[in-house]
């Protein structure tokens, strides 16, 4: 069954310093997509960065990048110099795009919360 | 582009009462979901729909039901409310099954079952 685990209830990061969100997942199909997302506190939900499970390289998006290790099934999030503002609620997310289903039915880990200390 | 609408912002019900969340997308996306998020916790789909005319359970379906009026609507509904369903209500909508698209979100609705 499909599933996305995030360990890490809460974390605490010096301004300025990287940091790296940790997802792993449970799937069978071979044909899949992953996801972040971060919610701020005033709820909304803002699209980070998306890895497909048969992109060659990891991708990245300005400050986000996604260590993505196919064989350990885990997709972390890395901030590099992290910033006040990057202080939130952050999730992973997986989509199965199986060859015979129309489905895209896409789940969320529990998240984590980042707190950034000036 | 509007994005994904959801009305209402806010509600309270009563124990026992029945309403009917709204959502609405102008992306032409196909699939759309309606998730909860209790305090604290992350999203967990209810319903959705991959496509006009096909709606399919989620995680925690039950005391829901949906209809996907069109492309663009995709409605969730609470037939008898209860306490266990206060929560916040996201609506989301994304494009083809096998492509990146990310999922586009609503503003959300809080709901209060009292």
């Known amino acids: 069954a499909q599933k996305i685990t995030q360990t890490q209830p809460g974390m605490f990061v010096q301004e300025k310093e990287a940091v790296t969100l940790d997802c792993t997942y449970d799937t069978s199909d071979p044909s899949y997509g992953l996801f972040w997302y971060k919610q701020p506190s005033s709820g909304e939900m803002i699209f980070l960065i998306y890895q497909g499970s048969y992109d060659q390289q990891n991708a990245t998006e300005g400050r986000y990048s996604l260590n993505f290790q196919k064989a350990r099934k885990s997709a972390n999030l890395v901030i590099s110099a992290s910033q006040l503002g990057d202080s939130a609620m952050y999730f992973c997310a997986m989509r199965e795009v199986g060859l015979w289903s129309s489905a895209s039915k896409i789940i969320f880990g529990s998240g984590t919360r980042l707190s950034i200390r000036p | 582009n509007a994005g994904v609408t959801q009305t209402p912002k806010f509600q309270v019900l009563k124990t026992g009462q029945s309403m009917t969340l709204q959502c609405a997308q102008d992306m032409n996306h196909n699939s759309m979901y309606w998730y909860r998020q209790d305090p604290g916790m992350g999203l967990r789909l209810i319903y959705y729909?991959?496509?006009?005319?096909?709606?399919d359970k989620g995680e925690v379906p039950n005391g829901y039901n949906v209809s996907r009026l069109n492309k663009r609507e995709f409605s969730l509904r609470l037939e008898s409310a209860a306490p266990s369903q206060t929560s916040v209500y996201f609506c989301?909508?994304?494009?083809?099954?096998?492509?990146?698209?990310?999922?586009?979100f609503g503003p959300g609705t809080r709901l209060t079952v009292l």
């Open positions: 989301a909508s994304s494009g083809t099954p096998g492509q990146k698209n990310e999922q586009f």
């Open positions: 729909s991959a496509s006009e005319g096909t709606t």
